[in-house]
């Protein structure tokens, strides 16, 4: 069974560009959250899509949006990028239902985004 | 609101100590609690968990026993091995909202 990917893994932009990261879950899985981990703030919850609709949002500014597809599959999108958002970008995908509640989160390696 | 605290690392061991790698949380109601590792280059994977007071999780030589009473779970090892070395996140469920959250982690280094 294939696990939760991440695309790409490494990218580069300069301030003030946006950037696209995707994830595709586990076959099967309805819910996908994205994290943002960073050395200083550990992993903060950005999001959670379940059935292409956003269930769950932590206390990012509005640059930072995502959206899921009818096969799962998710996307989130930063715009005005800034140096801050230099971070690895984690994807996780469960089941669905009480995923807070089971805890079984599937994760990706990640997307390291460097912002220059 | 819920929030989770761990231990500042690095935690540096030789091979075959004992680890603990302390855990402390503020939940309302009945949260469940989890252990998360990510090696280096990886995501994060669950290492074990416990869903009620005085449950006992275990995996892979690791354990944490769920303590209401000091709200904490500490998460053991008996003796650590060089593959041991990773980054240990300690994770809370919160059942109004659905969502994990998680400590900043802590980052085990086993030498041989």
């Known amino acids: 069974k294939a696990g939760v990917t991440q695309t790409p893994r490494y990218l580069i932009k300069t301030r003030g560009q946006q950037v696209t990261l995707s994830c595709s879950p586990i076959?099967?899985?309805?819910?996908v959250s994205w994290y943002q981990q960073t050395p200083g703030q550990g992993l903060q919850f950005l999001f959670e899509?379940?059935?292409?609709?956003?269930?769950n949002k932590g206390n990012f500014p509005g640059r930072f949006s995502g959206r899921q597809f009818s096969n799962s599959r998710s996307e989130m999108n930063v715009s005005t990028l800034e140096l801050g958002d230099s971070a690895l970008y984690l994807c996780?995908?469960?089941?669905?239902?009480?995923?807070?509640?089971?805890?079984?989160?599937?994760f990706g390696e990640g997307s390291r985004l460097t912002v220059l | 609101g819920n929030s989770v605290t761990q231990m500042e690392g690095p935690v540096t061991l030789s091979e075959e100590a004992f680890l603990t790698i302390n855990c402390t949380y503020t939940?309302?109601?009945?949260?469940?609690l989890f252990w998360y590792v990510q090696y280096p280059g990886e995501g994060l994977q669950l290492l074990l968990k416990?869903?009620?007071?005085?449950d006992k999780g275990s995996n892979k030589g690791f354990e944490a026993t769920y303590r209401k009473e000091t709200t904490s779970f500490h998460l053991e090892k008996g003796s650590v091995q060089v593959s041991d070395s990773a980054v240990y996140f300690c994770?809370?469920?919160?059942?109004?909202?659905?969502?994990?959250?998680f400590g900043t982690g802590t980052r085990l280094q086993v030498f041989p």
């Open positions: 996780a995908s469960s089941q669905g239902g009480l995923a807070g509640v089971t805890g079984e989160l599937f």
């Open positions: 076959s099967g899985h309805r819910s």
């Open positions: 899509y379940f059935s292409e609709t956003q269930r």
């Open positions: 939940a309302t109601g009945y949260p469940s």
């Open positions: 416990a869903t009620k007071a005085d």
């Open positions: 994770a809370l469920s919160d059942r109004n909202t659905d969502k994990l959250i």
